[in-house]
């Protein structure tokens, strides 16, 4: 009787190697055997950090994370494509996950791009993983020159209403409540 232990990893199969040695009494047919231990377990998802980032002009790379939603045993592998929603542009590439690695920083490059370029960046295939949104996301190339992203405090004296703000195209990429001046 054998206890296998049950994991989470995702892994191939196992196999042991069975020799029976010593005996007493009786006469050994065949004394060795192979035991397989298939693996049973999902393999992990991929997926950006982010569904949007930001980027100012001429800062290039611009860094992007995928993440794995648990480590692996098997190299993951994984195709993605970047279109500029504007004109189309396109390049492929190729990210490879080493066993138990979870995040990669994938740098893409944007030197050929202007203030106001849209990227779509998708994951297209995997090996060794399932997709799991967002597999896509998109790059906003920002003017280099604004200001960085400031606080906005809104107070009211008297009566009425608490001013709304939104964020509006310039303000793109700051986070909720944060304006560029």
């Known amino acids: 009787v054998f206890d296998i232990l049950d994991d989470t990893l995702d892994e191939p199969a196992e196999t042991v190697q069975l020799k029976l040695s010593n005996n007493i009494g009786a006469a050994l047919g065949n004394p060795e055997a192979v035991l397989t231990i298939n693996d049973d377990d999902l393999p992990p998802t991929v997926q950006f950090s982010e569904s949007e980032y930001y980027v100012k002009e001429g800062e290039s790379p611009a860094p992007v994370t995928i993440t794995l939603s648990a480590a692996s045993a098997l190299?993951?592998?994984?195709?993605?494509?970047?279109?500029?929603?504007?004109?189309?542009?396109?390049?492929?590439?190729?990210?490879?996950f080493e066993p138990g690695?979870?995040?990669?920083?994938?740098?893409?490059?944007?030197?050929?791009?202007?203030?106001g370029d849209r990227l779509n960046i998708i994951l297209t295939t995997a090996d060794n993983a399932t997709l799991a949104p967002p597999a896509s996301a998109v790059m906003t190339i920002l003017d280099p020159n604004r200001s960085e992203c400031h606080r906005l405090t809104l107070q009211k004296n008297g009566y009425g209403i608490l001013p709304l703000t939104t964020n509006i195209e310039h303000s793109l990429g700051c986070a909720d409540g944060y304006f560029v001046a």
């Open 75 to 96: 190299s993951v592998t994984l195709d993605y494509e970047v279109i500029e929603l504007t004109v189309g542009r396109q390049f492929a590439g190729v990210v490879i």
């Open 101 to 115: 690695e979870t995040s990669k920083t994938v740098d893409i490059p944007i030197n050929d791009y202007q203030m």
